[in-house]
């Protein structure tokens, strides 16, 4: 089974602080994803990668950055976190064909 | 664009009824389409997928059919029980890119 594992279920921190969010998957697979999850706004992207070192920038960038060092890994950085950023996260993992992505259990984040 | 468009919820049923959460898109050329479902408290986990017209994914008791002329892929189960309580999202995948799109997610409530 594809296994995506994201470092904290649950984070609170200050306004201002640097927060890294850290996924890990199992699969070897190629592209690997995040977004945000809001009532009633559904899954946001914020950016994906598709390769080590790759990144796009997905719907709703801003704010964030992203890194991608090895295969596995893939770091969501939010340099200077604010109270509108309070939202569960969550990491996908995805082969090229087929494309369905795999969820790691998401990190609900608290930005006080 | 591409785009994915679910009914609002949530949905409450009694537990044996009939369920029926419909999903309609538009994309450009032949797109693949996926059932999501987050169970409270977790990431998504794929239900069940289709990649060519008048295919039928099923899984669980689920079942969706990939309908091109009305660009569509209902989720429906014949017996819900109160353990189907969750978020559906349905998502598509359409072009060369590795990206989903989803819809905004229903929530299913079952009860006794």
């Known amino acids: 089974d594809v296994k995506v594992t994201q470092s904290s279920r649950y984070l609170v921190k200050r306004t201002g602080e640097k927060v890294f969010l850290e996924c890990v998957q199992d699969?070897?697979?190629?592209?690997m994803f995040w977004y945000r999850q809001d009532p009633g706004l559904g899954l946001r992207l914020i950016y994906f990668?598709?390769?080590?070192?790759?990144?796009e920038k997905g719907d709703i960038p801003e704010g964030y950055s992203v890194s991608r060092e090895k295969k596995e890994r893939f770091s969501l950085i939010l340099e200077s976190a604010s109270t509108n950023q309070t939202s569960m996260y969550l990491c996908?993992?995805?082969?090229?064909?087929?494309?369905?992505?795999?969820f790691g259990p998401g990190t609900r984040l608290t930005v006080t | 664009g591409n785009s994915v468009t679910q009914m609002e919820g949530p949905v409450t049923l009694s537990e044996e009824a009939f369920l029926t959460i419909n999903c309609t898109y538009t994309?450009?050329?032949?797109?693949?389409l996926f059932w999501y479902v987050q169970y409270p408290g977790e990431g998504l986990q794929l239900l069940l997928k289709?990649?060519?017209?008048?295919d039928k994914g099923s899984n669980k008791g689920f079942e969706a059919t990939y309908r091109k002329e009305t660009t569509s892929f209902h989720l429906e189960k014949g017996s819900v029980q109160v353990s189907d309580s969750a978020v559906y999202f349905c998502a598509l995948k359409a072009g060369g890119g590795n990206k989903l799109t989803f819809g905004t997610g229903t929530q299913l409530k079952v009860e006794l």
């Open positions: 289709a990649t060519k017209a008048d």
């Open positions: 994309a450009t050329g032949y797109p693949s």
């Open positions: 990668s598709y390769d080590v070192k790759m990144k």
């Open positions: 996908a993992s995805s082969s090229n064909g087929p494309y369905e992505q795999y």
């Open positions: 699969m070897d697979h190629e592209n």
